[in-house]
């Protein structure tokens, strides 16, 4: 039997979600809970609609940190696009900013996942390399034209944004 989040967010358009997390703040533990278990159609939704719920450095996600992290390389192209979403809005330590780099790394160079993805880890992977200089030799690499080809038109003009910030 589904919960009334779970039917919210099947049966919802995003306004209405917003307003239901808005409405039911204690449903904000079961959205995370559900970001994080395998559990299709609700796992990706509940992240999408989380990062448009929470604060910059939310405590409500801090509990929740490690896990996302541990999950996010056995996760789908559209759940690891949203739960990047949402480790980009968290201070992390170093521990989990080391891990974290590692699996962005990854997907940056599985160039056959989707753009949006890629967009997302490579987001992470510049915020890093801003708190962390010495990364920036990486992105030169990490930027070569085998890795970036695939990627849409669009996705290709915010990877040379975000590469005018460093």
Sequence with gaps: METALEQILTKSYKAGMIRFMAEHPEAFEEAMELAVIDKPP???????????CMEKNDQRVQPYVNA??????????NLQREL????????????????????????WERIHKQPSVRL???????????????????IELLTQEQYIESLSPGVK?????????L
């Design 42 to 52: 609700y796992s990706w939704r509940a992240a999408w609609l989380l990062w448009s």
């Design 68 to 77: 996302i992290i541990d999950i996010l390389p056995n996760r789908t192209d």
């Design 84 to 107: 990047f979403k949402i480790l980009f809005n968290m201070e992390l330590n170093e521990a989990c900013e080391g891990r974290l780099f590692n699996i962005c790394l990854d997907v």
């Design 120 to 138: 997302n880890a490579f987001q992470l992977i510049i915020k890093m390399t801003r708190k962390y200089p010495e990364l920036s030799n990486e």
């Design 157 to 165: 003009h915010s990877i040379s944004r975000l590469l005018r910030t």
